[in-house]
């Protein structure tokens, strides 16, 4: 009786240190997990300077002011073509659309001042 | 002695905890170190800027501007990018080769390339024909692009320039 006892007694104490050791073993799991995961997110550290929402295309506005000034209607259509090919390359930062109607706009507005 | 026993039970248990603990907080130590000891990339968007600096200095409102050219309204050889630009290219590497190069060609409407200035480590230039994977990020980066600007002196005459920007800076940015 008494053994039989001792031997039950045994087997929960196993049980139950089993439950601790494969709880620790998941936890060490998670940690090293989140440590690697960690160290790609570190390698990825960049500033994407065309992603950024605040970025005002300099390079695209000096070729629409060009464009706007060419007198020579064929080259005007050359340089026009050949922009439409970088917005399509996604040359430019900002919307060339956009900038091209407010250039002309603003250009516009200036003439009839 | 039930009481004994459960007393040694009690002990192990909290030293497992305080075990694991010490696990957890070495964890988020490591996590918080790892991820902030990391430096920013910041060399694409230092080359954009420094592209966006010379296309602002070379052309103003669509027209290049009157330094680029000598009195025979040719271009003029002897243009300092560096000093008519404003750059400075001292870093706190000192290194003898130079950590920026920037150039800028200028092209007819027929894609002839007319003239050309640069400024600063030319072997740099080369990284930029290296396919700019994830295990090449050690290389330096560069940045091309390319605008429209009128001939000062005629509304007719039109150039594409083309600006490379290329800076290595990777001690500063690169893990």
Not at chain 1, 48 to 65: A, M, P, W
């Amino acid at each position: 009786m008494l053994n039989r006892k001792i031997l039950k007694n045994n087997r929960a104490q196993t049980s139950e240190a089993m439950i601790w050791i494969v709880a620790t073993l998941v936890i060490i799991v998670l940690l090293g997990i989140s440590i690697y995961a960690v160290s790609i997110l570190s390698k990825k550290k960049t500033m994407n300077y065309e992603k950024e929402d605040v970025v005002q295309d300099i390079v695209l506005e000096e070729s629409l002011f060009a464009y706007f000034l060419i007198q020579d209607s064929s080259v005007q259509e050359k340089v026009f073509e050949s922009l439409e090919k970088m917005n399509q390359e996604e040359k430019f930062y900002e919307d060339f659309n956009s900038k091209f109607t407010q250039i002309k706009f603003n250009l516009e507005k200036n003439e009839k001042k | 002695m039930k009481i004994i026993n459960k007393r040694g039970a009690e002990k192990i248990l909290s030293i497992y905890w305080f075990t694991i603990l010490i696990i957890i907080a070495g964890a988020v130590v490591t996590m918080v170190s790892l991820f902030y000891g990391a430096p920013y990339d910041a060399r694409s968007a230092e080359a954009n800027i420094m592209v966006n600096q010379i296309s602002n200095c070379l052309s103003e409102n669509g027209k290049l501007n009157q330094e680029l050219f000598n009195e025979n309204k040719n271009f003029n050889e002897n243009f300092n990018l560096k000093e008519k630009c404003n750059l400075i290219f001292e870093t706190e590497f000192k290194s003898e080769r130079g950590e920026y190069f920037l150039e800028a060609d200028f092209y007819n409407l027929n894609n002839d390339k007319i003239f050309s200035i640069s400024e600063g480590n030319s072997n740099l230039y080369a990284d930029c024909k290296v396919n700019p994977e994830e295990k090449y990020k050690k290389l330096s980066k560069c940045v091309e692009r390319d605008f429209y600007s009128l001939n000062p002196f005629s509304d007719d005459d039109i150039f594409k320039i083309k600006i490379i920007s290329v800076i290595r800076k990777t001690e500063k940015n690169v893990k």
